[in-house]
């Protein structure tokens, strides 16, 4: 059973995703169990002011950046530690020339800590080459967005890392309501499909049928389709949170979905050719630090 860490501490409520150490379990529940942990957590929590609807959802699509040989997903298979991951993500269907860009480092390192650090651009800033020629940037909102937006570029360029695929998903979201900075969210129709460009997906991915999925039974082998429920705190987890996973019996999981988007991909579609045994990971893991 799995679960996050101490009781709760002082109260750095509002903190929401400005922290950027934090710790997460991962599980995978059966849709039917969905509704039954909603409403067990309802005096605890509160809708992300983010999300839409009376069941609080939005659509998240990340750009998974990689080496030349796959490194970053073949660490995340193996679960190797220290490892991290570079993504571009946005939000939504459509393409405002105002909506948010997030690049994005998340590493995971030795005592199970995710450290994150992220800079936001606006669909408007965006480049093909704003990634690989930094120079052509605008000065964005802050000095940490542009010292955070830089250190991913150069990291980005000492690895070779280019876009390598999208990853889809419906993501329901709160946020705890009077404890410490906390957050439960529950992802469903978890898709992907390969992509080598620096473009952004826009309308013209709108269509799920675009998208292959990953939360199948033979995607996920089980023996039926699950949600994601995550559960991120910092050290000192919310009482209520700790109870929530012993009274339904959770059992956490290290799963990836880009991980797992590139043993589907690989498996059952048309694969991602790359040299699997003849580069240590070792040395793109210790490129961060």
Not at 32 to 45: A, G, N, S, T
Not at 72 to 95: C, H
Not at 155 to 172: C, D, N, S, V, W
Not at 214 to 231: A, H, N, Q, R, V
């Amino acid at each position: 059973m799995g679960v996050l860490g101490k009781a709760a501490g002082p109260s750095r409520k509002g903190a929401k995703d400005q922290i950027i150490e934090r710790y997460e379990k991962k599980y995978l529940i059966h849709p039917r169990l969905v509704p039954q942990i909603r409403k067990w957590m309802e005096p605890f929590c509160i809708p992300d002011p983010n999300a839409r609807g009376a069941i609080p959802e939005y659509t998240t699509t990340t750009m998974q950046l990689d080496t030349p040989f796959m490194l970053l997903a073949r660490a995340g298979e193996r679960n190797a530690s220290p490892r991290f991951k570079m993504r571009i993500r946005t939000y939504g269907y459509d393409a405002p020339p105002k909506g948010a860009v997030f690049v994005e480092l998340k590493r995971r390192v030795i005592n199970g800590m995710v450290v994150k650090s992220r800079s936001m651009l606006t669909r408007s800033m965006w480049h093909r080459e704003i990634i690989t020629k930094p120079d052509t940037s605008p000065l964005l909102r802050s000095a940490k967005d542009n010292s955070n937006f830089l250190e991913f570029c150069r990291l980005a360029r000492e690895l070779g890392a280019t876009p390598k695929m999208l990853i889809r998903y419906i993501r329901e979201s709160y946020f705890s309501a009077n404890d410490d900075y906390a957050r439960i969210t529950f992802d469903r129709r978890i898709s992907y499909r390969t992509h080598n460009t620096w473009d952004l997906p826009g309308p013209e991915l709108a269509d799920w049928k675009l998208w292959h999925p990953i939360d199948t039974t033979f995607g996920m082998g089980m023996d039926y389709s699950p949600y994601i429920l995550e559960l991120k705190a910092m050290a000192d987890a919310p009482t209520w949170m700790l109870e929530l996973a012993e009274r339904f019996n959770l059992d956490a999981t290290g799963f990836c979905k880009y991980a797992s988007a590139m043993r589907v991909e690989n498996a059952a579609i048309n694969g991602i050719t790359y040299d699997s045994e003849s580069h240590n990971l070792m040395p793109y893991s210790q490129a961060f630090y």
